[in-house]
């Protein structure tokens, strides 16, 4: 496979950031479209969630940014905020050997005013939603007549929430002249129809459109008391990390509530949770403080957790392409993972495109520890400070350690956010530094502390 050298006029500093960041070769994907969006050619790209298309079609957008001029020069259309922010982490990752370039997210379930500011201010990347997209241009708080670079990620997804005409619509406002880039996993006949009226002599690619064989394991299994299957399987897989699906986001509370009352560590995911709440959501599952996710589609896609066992369709997915979407959460990039499907002797229809590529499970079979439970040894500590603040994982770390005297071994994952950091701490210390905090300062500075529930 390639390396990142063979880019064209990759800078060197950026090539230091990707080896730091072990970035060593190119996906496929990568590899294809790299340089021919770096040629300015349009791309209608073919390519499943997971296979590296954030950096395709983000070192481009870095790398071609012009920071001596404050406008938006590049902007990311995604169905989902938590896909937006993802791509914005990535991003601003690659982007730190590039001084003064800013990136900034345009999303539902933060203040309309607060990203009027930021935009005011100026902004050379934009990534967002187009719904808030839309209504910047509404309310004429975001201009869109300096774009270079259109890309349109997940546009399946966008076209299946109806978004055609806003797609459409906000490509309107920007220079005829402007390159456009469409990334999908699917390509409907909606596809090809959006390409036709944005893309000029697209270059057309597709790769790792089906899922590796072997590299996830399907099963299904037929219950008609689903909540003691789903039980079962838990104890008998006994995974670090489940993610579980459902249809609604009542069936998502209830069931978290259930696996709660059991003494399972799990939270819930879904779209009546306020952005902060997702955000949060994630990462204490990220970091293993919690160790089930039971969420509605909204986690299907934009969500990369790295390292995640373990995926079970409680409730069976309404298609085959989110299934495809559900499933592929696990056995990212070089690692395997196993999916399971829950369904009842009335869903065989329903689920015939899933018992025809998955083997069929039989309880039986299973050796159950009737005595495990998914319990985290961690909890969350919230910090209100962060990139803003010039707070850095070092000085956190450093903090406690030194100052409060907590073993390393005892802390673990530190996210650091624009405004807010989280360290996953163990439950035996967490309460020590809650305390601690109140009189001890980082950095020579006092900063608030909570504990996430």
């Not at 300015?40 to 481009?60: C, M, R």
């Not at 560590?265 to 902060?276: N, P, T, V």
């Not at 995640?308 to 559900?326: A, C, S």
């Not at 030194?402 to 309460?431: F, P, R």
Request: proline share 3%.
């Amino acid at each position: 496979m390639a390396t990142f050298d063979t880019i064209d006029n990759i800078p060197q500093a950026l090539l230091e950031i990707l080896n730091i960041l072990n970035f060593k070769e190119m996906s496929e994907i990568q590899s294809k479209v790299i340089n021919p969006i770096l040629e300015g050619k349009d791309i209608l790209a073919q390519s499943k969630t997971g296979s590296g298309k954030t950096l395709a079609f983000g070192l481009p957008a870095v790398m071609k940014i012009d920071t001596g001029h404050n406008k938006p020069q590049t902007i990311i259309i995604t169905p989902t905020r938590e896909l937006a922010e993802q791509i914005a982490v990535e991003l601003r990752k690659v982007a730190s050997y590039k001084p003064n370039l800013k990136i900034l997210t345009l999303y539902g379930g933060v203040p309309l005013r607060a990203q009027a500011e930021s935009l005011a201010k100026g902004a050379h990347i934009l990534i967002g939603t187009p719904g808030r997209i839309q209504d910047h241009l509404a309310k004429e708080t975001l201009l869109l007549d300096s774009i270079k670079t259109l890309v349109l990620d997940e546009a399946d997804r966008m076209l299946d929430m109806g978004f055609y005409d806003e797609i459409v619509k906000i490509g309107s406002n920007m220079p005829r002249s402007k390159q456009s880039l469409l990334f999908s996993a699917t390509f409907p006949e909606k596809i090809e129809k959006l390409a036709k009226a944005l893309l000029k002599q697209p270059l057309s690619i597709k790769v790792d459109t089906i899922i590796e064989e072997n590299k996830i394991d399907e099963i299904v299994y037929e219950t008609e008391d689903k909540f003691k299957t789903l039980t079962t399987l838990i104890q008998a897989h006994k995974p670090e990390s489940l993610l579980i699906f459902c249809n609604t986001k009542a069936q998502v509370i209830e069931l978290t509530d259930q696996l709660y009352r059991r003494g399972h560590s799990a939270i819930d995911l879904h779209g009546d949770l306020d952005q902060r709440e997702r955000n949060e959501a994630v990462l204490v599952f990220s970091n293993s403080s919690k160790r089930i996710l039971v969420a509605t589609d909204v986690a299907s896609r934009g969500l990369d957790i790295k390292n995640i066992e373990l995926v079970i369709n409680y409730d069976l997915p309404f298609d085959q392409e989110v299934y495809t979407h559900r499933i592929g959460r696990t056995g990212r990039a070089d690692a395997t993972g196993t999916a399971l499907s829950l369904y009842s002797s009335r869903d065989s229809d329903k689920c015939s495109y899933i018992t025809s590529s998955a083997r069929k499970g039989e309880m039986k079979e299973l050796r159950v520890d009737a005595a495990f439970k998914m319990i985290s040894n961690y909890d969350t500590l919230g910090i209100n400070g962060g990139k803003k603040t010039k707070l850095r994982a070092g000085d956190i770390l450093g903090t406690l350690c030194k100052e409060i005297g907590i073993d390393n071994k005892l802390i673990g994952k530190i996210t650091i956010t624009d405004t807010k950091s989280y360290v996953a701490l163990h439950h035996t210390v967490i309460e020590k530094v809650f305390k601690a905090l109140k009189k001890t300062t980082i950095k020579k500075k006092r900063y608030v502390s909570w504990i996430l529930d």
